[in-house]
């Protein structure tokens, strides 16, 4: 092992790698020496290093050993991650590379859907919508984005999923999917295409921005449709059913000109205006945020029921489609677990990935989104369908173990009455005129102090941050929240008296979730990397070492 850590010892710097990734460090995980007990990756160094997608393999497999052997403690065993990563190239790229993901009924829509979704929105060009003309499409970044709807459709995935919000998404996948349904054996028929589009100003505007995904997308009909980011109740409901302008009117001439079968919605909101939402019978299923950390935008909502669990309650109960949005990133940002969380993980043996997955199927969910910057993003989900078509009752053993210790961990951290009733009378940022998320400050703290995951809560900070710089002073609270895109909420002022605000919450929790809000929260979200309790996770394993496309 000691030879092993040698050969993996420079840290990569993802932002620095060229996209064709023939780099000094695919080229020593190629020529790397690997003990018997990761055959399967020794032998699958041998293969073709003119295979773009070998060489980024062999990239992340090095990006893997190195954070193994040299970014973890040294008190914790690599091995658990290393067997892990052989067993994925086994099933990846090795003997049991005909492995496909498992496909269920979508809810009353009827359609037979793989439990793994192509989320699109992390492959493409740009975010802008300056990519109107295929001419403008770089050549290398589409030919990642083929090969990887490729290795979708390879691995039985037949959901894919986009949005007129996605930038150049569309416009690029139309292209990729008309090529690959003239130079293979996939047909349109073989595949289910669901994209969102934000509600707009007016009638003619919405039916302007529909028209352009059918014509970005070369297809003549979708068979699924969302109501992109519903989630400011304080102009949603309104616009989709307005008697005079109303949106969902024209959804409804297009499904009667067969143009879209089936209407869903996606959304970043509370709980109760989801709930709202579903309660309107308008809809065939929903795209929803709900993870075994938090129900991200919507934790600490709904007591007793855990945030988002009331709308997966409902949504069963009206056989509505149930489909997961961003399970890896939103969902407690596994690309790059936390010590604690990796920890927990290594020592049942599945990645932070899979277990994602595991626990989202577990939770009665149809599918669910992962954001592929490329086709190697795949080997972890791959690995986690292998478990579940191979050896269900193992694979589900160890997703119940680790959600215990996970459970334990923070009972252990901040005591079993407080979990199950820290959120109960905890304000969202539509329940006071402050628009403060109270309950996605406590629960942020809560992961932060029991499971260390700070680089995540900063991330949900951020959003805060950025609703703040539109609050405007002098105007009413309902008046500022419509302003509030996908994700809303403010942070709290550091050291502001908010008893006022917080008064419903549960009187034995009063005054900790005041410490909580004014001091407590605070200490931990200002940590910076270096601090003494700084558990960033990038300091354990990167799953995703690579920069996207729209972000460079």
Known sequence: MDSLRKTFSKKPEPSKITEDLTSEYALIAINASYPPELSALAEYAKSDPSSSVFMGRMYKIYCVIHSALNGLDPSIDPMPVLLNLNQKIRVCAGDLSEVKVPRVKFGKTGLDISIITNGSMRFQQTWKQTVTDESLIDAECQANLKRTLLRALDMGINHFETARGYGSSEIQMGKAFKEIFEETDYKREDIL?????????????????????????????????????????????????????????????????GKIRHVGFSTHGTTEWICQMIATNKFSYVNVHYHYYGSYTAS?????????????????????????????????GAYNASRVVRGVMDEVGIDPLEFSVGWLVKEGFHTMTVGVGRSEDYDEPLNASYM??????????????????????????????????????????FQTDTGVDFARCVWSYNIMKALGMQWFAKARHGTGVGNAKNWKEGVS?????????????????????????????????????????????WRLIELKEGDEGWHTGLETIDMRPWVAYPER
């Open 193 to 257: 295409i669901q994209s969102k589009v934000n509600p707009q100003p007016t009638r003619e505007k919405f039916i302007e921005e529909i028209e352009k995904t059918f014509r970005f997308l070369q297809v003549e009909y979708l068979d699924l449709f969302s109501f992109h980011g519903l989630a400011n109740k304080e102009r949603h409901y309104d616009d989709l059913f307005n008697p005079e302008t109303g949106l969902y009117a024209v959804i409804e001439d297009y499904v009667k000109r």
């Open 300 to 332: 600490g909502h709904a007591f007793p029921e855990k945030g988002n669990a009331k709308v997966v309650r409902m949504a069963k109960e009206r056989d509505m489609g149930l489909f997961c949005i961003s399970p890896f990133d939103k969902g407690g």
């Open 388 to 429: 579940i078509n191979e050896n269900k009752e193992e694979f589900f053993g160890k997703v119940n173990e680790i959600e215990l210790r996970l459970d334990q961990k923070l009972e252990g951290a901040l005591g079993k009455e407080w979990m199950s009733t820290w959120w109960d009378g905890v304000p969202h940022s």
């Open 477 to 521: 609270a309902d008046e500022n929240r419509k302003d509030w895109g996908y994700m809303p909420g403010l942070n709290p002022t550091k050291g502001v008296d908010y008893g006022e605000a917080l008064k419903s919450v549960r009187e034995e929790n009063l005054d900790k979730v005041k410490k909580i809000v004014e001091e407590h929260y």
